[in-house]
């Protein structure tokens, strides 16, 4: 069974900073695309940045790039999330999902595409 675990959320203020964890304990992540999800509430879930299984490509949302820095770290098996300069529109329960892929395939941000899910973590940006 593949279970992911995010961790991380919280309440920030505008122009501050957090830093999400996605770990995985059941599986290793070195054979998973992972990618980041958020889904405010009244609207749909949307990619915010995904990762390729060997760590070397990475998607950004066009609300995100410059701000947000996806990373993986083989070691602990674990996704980072690190968010910067964050928004009120950036408040969402975000979520990170997995999805088994061969060496050669293309990376995908695309929520359809991932199979395996964690339960989400909250992001609130308030002052």
């Known amino acids: 069974q593949v279970r992911l675990v995010e961790s991380g959320g919280g309440l920030v203020q505008p122009g501050g900073s957090l830093r999400l964890s996605c770990a995985a304990s059941t599986f290793t992540l070195n054979y998973h695309d992972i990618g980041w999800f958020r889904q405010a509430s009244g609207k749909e879930r949307e990619g915010v940045s995904c990762?390729?299984?060997?760590?070397?490509?990475?998607h950004y949302a066009d609300s995100v790039k410059g701000r947000f820095t996806i990373s993986k770290d083989k070691s602990k098996n674990t996704v980072y999330l690190e968010m910067n300069s964050l928004k009120p529109e950036d408040t969402a329960v975000y979520y990170c999902?997995?999805?088994?892929?061969?060496?050669?395939?293309?990376?995908?941000?695309?929520?359809?595409?991932?199979?395996?899910w964690g339960q989400g973590t909250q992001v609130t940006v308030s002052s």
């Open positions: 990762i390729s299984r060997g760590g070397g490509t990475t």
């Open positions: 999902a997995a999805r088994r892929v061969i060496l050669t395939s293309t990376l995908t941000c695309a929520s359809v595409d991932y199979p395996h």
